[in-house]
């Protein structure tokens, strides 16, 4: 019995420190997740009906093209930081550092060194830069990410973790400056 009571006040105590010093990482995470799952729900709306699938690839970018103008128009004065807030950001920069520090560190810096340097000036809504190479993030990093829902990705492109919608090639939103120097 005194187990259980001393367990409750444990879980009670931890829950009001979250709160009190802000929001916890899970919550962060579940709010990432939240915002990401909102602007998917956007894109379904103004997508319309789904074109009939080809093999073409004219029709596939042509098909890419539409949907990405429509996001536009949909998300038209959108800024930087709707999803990646400043407290999402804060703490995605903090698991990518801890990455970066951790056992696999080495590696992801090996591996990023060895990707094409990248000099663009992102900005939301924009397509992702064909001429860009779609530089794979190490799954290493992934995994200390918050898992985002089918339709968007991270890409890292320079120094930016950018989140990358996967149907319309356009950038969602991105974090400057998210890689450890």
């Not at 997508?47 to 970018?61: E, F, H, L, T, Y």
């Not at 709707?82 to 696999?104: E, L």
């Not at 990248?118 to 860009?132: A, E, H, R």
């Not at 990093?141 to 356009?170: C, F, M, Q």
Request: aromatic fraction near 4%; include cysteine.
């Amino acid at each position: 019995m005194w187990a259980l009571v001393l367990c409750c006040t444990t879980v009670t105590v931890i829950a009001q420190s979250a709160t009190a010093n802000g929001p916890s990482d899970a919550q962060t995470s579940l709010d990432l997740q939240a915002r990401a799952k909102a602007y998917l729900d956007l894109r379904r709306k103004v997508a319309g009906d789904a074109p009939k699938q080809s093999n073409s690839s004219g029709v596939i970018a042509a098909a890419q093209s539409e949907l990405a103008n429509k996001i536009r128009v949909a998300r038209a004065g959108v800024k930087q930081g709707q999803i990646f807030t400043p407290r999402i950001a804060a703490y995605v920069r903090r698991q990518i550092a801890k990455t970066f520090n951790g056992p696999h560190g080495r590696d992801i810096r090996a591996s990023l060194r060895r990707s094409e340097p990248v000099n663009i000036q992102l900005q939301i809504n924009q397509s992702y830069p064909g001429n860009v190479p779609l530089q794979s993030t190490p799954a290493s990093l992934l995994l200390n990410l918050p898992e985002l829902p089918k339709g968007l990705e991270y890409r890292l492109l320079g120094s930016e973790l950018v989140l990358r919608d996967t149907d319309a090639n356009i950038v969602v939103d991105y974090i400057p400056h998210a890689l450890p120097t």
